[in-house]
């Protein structure tokens, strides 16, 4: 994706057919380089040309209609579709809008990709204009917040009257700005071009925000550093840590992670809000069989509770969802966490610490002598953590914990690859949980839609499965398939006009039976166990997912899309 046309192309445009003799066009050039924009941009501001003469040359290269936003104007509501995130990252913006139907001005009309996302997001017809990088970088200016003015001017009063509260105000104007796009990670990220690239992760997807140079990289480093009580003369090592942030009289953590690179210190800011930290199991979105089991295993006096997926799975929301109901007993709860993500009244929490020798495995082998009664155990990582955890487990404890795996069958070849024995495995487990996340329908904007051809195909395919009718018996007896309803968000102020807010977790949940541990102790496959699980009533991820499709929750393309990958 590009916000300027060709250089070469331009060129020969421009120079070769006369409009504009080859030193001028050479001085534009260089202005744009010095400055960091478009070469159209330069060329408009140096009266070499007029914008819309040059968008209609360009606009006929393309094969597309030219608009000059700015007298054109926009439609208030049609400009709010895209966020502005997502719109400066594309070099777009919507300016009409007429029932489904809406006007895209763009300064890359080959960005197929990006305008097949926008017409299976406003599931109507898109029309492509083009426009010129000057045209649309005025009409940026519609946005209230312009946190690129913002940052260009903390800038240039860093490089021009190097003003050291620069770089602390750029790190709160990146935070505010997270927060207000509902970001859940912030990317700050140096290379080798010399300038330092910010990314927001918005509803699991990363659009890159602005970029500042890298002579401010190490203050910006350094404020977040001091922020999180880290070592600011420590450039070579990896650190983490965490701070309290607060917008609009909510209170977020912010986790940090700083990881030296070649070019720099890569950072990442999580951002977690008092929201996440009172989700209750209830609201991540189990089906009501499998809430009922994980309840079955939480009243249990002792055994494993393992949580499974991959990084961003949300398995650090869960596993605090289940401590925060144990937390509700007169019990000793006590934890090891790398890093230590929500602080927890009543339960005593460990940081590891490599550089003091507390690791998870020394972390755990402590705990025990603390007399507790549940231990939450951040991650099994490696063999002496998932002895101890299982032995743990053996001898009265109750143990929450989180592995890395792409399914629940997945984690018991993976401990006795660990060196535990298959019977400890078989008696300790109670409960493992494999979970996914994907964006929840906005509540705000939600209807009732036709389901689309794919769709149908898709649930024909699937139909006459086992797991597709055992889902139908248990959550949707005597209902046909047909009956079904398929909701989707048409885009609100509320979710950016994506038609999603927030997130949830589709999960498959495998309660330890007497079959199941018969098979852990045969050293049995991953695909075995699960086989099994299945044929005793385990419904797998992409089947409670359909099941949220069909009770409102999310869309066919966020399954279909998540479990393909």
Same mark, same amino acid.
């Given at each position: 994706?590009?916000?300027?046309?060709?250089?070469?192309?331009?060129?020969?445009?421009?120079?070769?057919?006369?409009?504009?003799?080859?030193?001028?066009?050479?001085?534009?050039?260089?202005?744009?380089?010095?400055?960091?924009?478009?070469?159209?941009? =330069?060329?408009?501001?140096?009266?070499?040309?007029?914008?819309?003469?040059?968008?209609?040359?360009?606009?006929?290269?393309?094969?597309?209609?030219?608009?000059?936003? &700015?007298?054109?104007?926009?439609?208030?509501?049609?400009?709010?579709?895209?966020?502005?995130?997502?719109?400066?990252?594309? @070099?777009?913006?919507?300016?009409?809008?007429?029932?489904?139907?809406?006007?895209?001005?763009?300064?890359?009309?080959?960005?197929?990709?990006?305008?097949?996302?926008?017409?299976?997001?406003?599931?109507?017809?898109?029309?492509?204009?083009?426009?010129?990088?000057?045209? %649309?970088?005025?009409?940026?200016? #519609?946005?209230?917040? !312009?946190?690129?003015?913002?940052?260009?001017?903390?800038?240039?009063?860093?490089?021009? !009257?190097?003003?050291?509260?620069?770089?602390?105000?750029?790190? *709160? +104007?990146?935070?505010?700005?997270?927060?207000?796009?509902?970001?859940?990670?912030?990317?700050?990220?140096?290379? @080798?071009?010399?300038?330092?690239?910010?990314?927001?992760?918005?509803?699991?997807?990363?659009?890159?925000?602005?970029?500042?140079?890298?002579?401010?990289?190490?203050?910006?480093?350094?404020?977040?550093?001091?922020?999180?009580?880290?070592?600011?003369?420590?450039?070579?090592?990896?650190?983490?840590?965490?701070?309290?942030?607060?917008?609009?009289?909510?209170?977020?953590?912010?986790?940090?992670?700083?990881?030296?690179?070649?070019?720099?210190?890569?950072?990442?800011?999580?951002?977690?809000?008092?929201?996440?930290?009172?989700?209750?199991?209830?609201?991540?979105?189990?089906?009501?069989?499998?809430?009922?089991?994980?309840?079955?295993?939480?009243?249990?006096?002792?055994?494993?509770?393992?949580?499974? @997926?991959?990084?961003?799975?949300?398995?650090?929301?869960?596993?605090?969802?289940?401590?925060?109901?144990?937390?509700?007993?007169?019990?000793?709860?006590?934890?090891? *966490?790398?890093?230590? *993500?929500?602080?927890?009244?009543?339960?005593?929490?460990?940081?590891?610490?490599?550089?003091?020798?507390?690791?998870?495995?020394?972390?755990?082998?402590?705990?025990?002598?603390?007399?507790?009664?549940?231990?939450?155990?951040?991650?099994?990582?490696?063999?002496?953590?998932? =002895?101890?955890?299982? &032995?743990?487990?053996?001898?009265?404890?109750?143990?929450?914990?989180?592995?890395?795996?792409?399914?629940?069958?997945?984690?018991?070849?993976?401990?006795?690859?660990?060196?535990?024995?298959?019977?400890?495995?078989? =008696?300790?487990?109670?409960?493992?949980?494999?979970?996914?996340?994907?964006?929840?329908? +906005?509540?705000? +904007?939600?209807?009732?839609?036709?389901?689309?051809?794919?769709?149908?195909?898709?649930?024909?395919?699937?139909?006459?499965?086992?797991?597709?009718?055992?889902?139908?018996?248990?959550?949707?007896?005597?209902?046909? %398939?047909?009956?079904?309803?398929?909701?989707?968000?048409? @885009? +609100?102020?509320?979710?950016?006009?994506?038609?999603?807010?927030?997130?949830?977790?589709?999960? *498959?949940?495998?309660?330890?039976?007497?079959?199941?541990?018969?098979? %852990?102790?045969?050293? =049995?496959?991953?695909?075995?166990?699960?086989?099994?699980?299945?044929? #005793?009533?385990?419904?797998?991820?992409?089947?409670?997912?359909?099941?949220?499709?069909?009770?409102?929750?999310?869309?066919?393309?966020?399954?279909?899309?998540?479990? &393909?990958?």
């Amino acid at each position: 994706m590009s916000l300027s046309y060709d250089r070469e192309k331009l060129k020969e445009l421009l120079v070769g057919k006369g409009h504009i003799d080859e030193l001028h066009y050479k001085a534009a050039e260089e202005d744009a380089d010095k400055l960091g924009q478009a070469i159209e941009v =330069s060329l408009v501001e140096h009266n070499e040309i007029k914008d819309n003469v040059l968008g209609e040359l360009i606009a006929q290269e393309y094969g597309v209609p030219f608009v000059d936003i &700015n007298e054109q104007g926009v439609d208030n509501e049609a400009f709010e579709i895209l966020p502005e995130v997502v719109a400066r990252s594309q @070099g777009a913006v919507v300016f009409a809008k007429d029932k489904d139907d809406i006007d895209l001005a763009i300064t890359d009309p080959n960005n197929v990709e990006f305008i097949d996302s926008l017409k299976k997001v406003t599931k109507g017809k898109v029309t492509v204009f083009y426009a010129t990088p000057f045209g %649309i970088r005025e009409a940026f200016k #519609n946005y209230k917040n !312009n946190i690129y003015k913002t940052i260009k001017d903390l800038i240039n009063d860093y490089e021009d !009257n190097k003003n050291e509260s620069s770089p602390v105000a750029l790190v *709160e +104007c990146l935070l505010d700005y997270a927060y207000e796009n509902m970001a859940s990670d912030i990317h700050i990220e140096p290379s @080798g071009s010399g300038d330092v690239s910010v990314r927001f992760r918005v509803d699991g997807i990363l659009y890159e925000v602005s970029k500042y140079p890298i002579v401010m990289h190490r203050p910006v480093v350094s404020r977040i550093k001091i922020m999180s009580h880290l070592r600011t003369d420590e450039q070579d090592a990896t650190q983490d840590g965490r701070f309290d942030y607060t917008k609009d009289k909510v209170k977020f953590d912010v986790r940090v992670s700083i990881l030296p690179i070649t070019h720099g210190e890569n950072v990442v800011l999580r951002i977690l809000s008092e929201k996440s930290r009172k989700m209750t199991l209830d609201d991540l979105g189990l089906l009501d069989e499998d809430l009922e089991k994980v309840k079955r295993a939480i009243d249990k006096p002792y055994g494993m509770i393992i949580i499974v @997926g991959p990084t961003g799975a949300g398995k650090t929301t869960t596993l605090y969802s289940i401590m925060l109901i144990l937390n509700q007993q007169p019990i000793n709860i006590v934890s090891i *966490e790398d890093p230590v *993500e929500y602080s927890v009244v009543k339960v005593q929490q460990i940081q590891v610490n490599i550089k003091k020798n507390i690791t998870f495995a020394n972390g755990l082998r402590e705990i025990v002598r603390q007399d507790p009664d549940v231990i939450m155990v951040g991650e099994i990582r490696d063999n002496e953590t998932a =002895s101890i955890a299982v &032995n743990a487990a053996m001898t009265g404890h109750m143990l929450l914990s989180t592995m890395h795996a792409n399914d629940a069958g997945t984690i018991f070849p993976r401990l006795s690859e660990m060196g535990v024995e298959p019977f400890l495995v078989a =008696s300790s487990v109670n409960i493992v949980i494999s979970q996914r996340l994907v964006r929840k329908i +906005c509540s705000y +904007c939600k209807i009732l839609y036709p389901p689309h051809p794919e769709n149908l195909s898709e649930i024909k395919r699937m139909k006459d499965t086992k797991e597709f009718k055992a889902l139908m018996d248990r959550h949707f007896p005597g209902q046909k %398939i047909e009956d079904l309803k398929l909701y989707k968000g048409t @885009g +609100c102020k509320n979710c950016n006009h994506t038609g999603y807010l927030g997130r949830l977790g589709i999960f *498959e949940v495998m309660e330890i039976d007497n079959d199941i541990r018969d098979l %852990i102790i045969k050293k =049995s496959s991953a695909s075995a166990i699960e086989a099994k699980a299945i044929e #005793n009533g385990m419904i797998p991820v992409f089947y409670n997912g359909v099941g949220l499709v069909f009770r409102g929750l999310t869309t066919f393309e966020e399954i279909l899309g998540l479990t &393909n990958n």
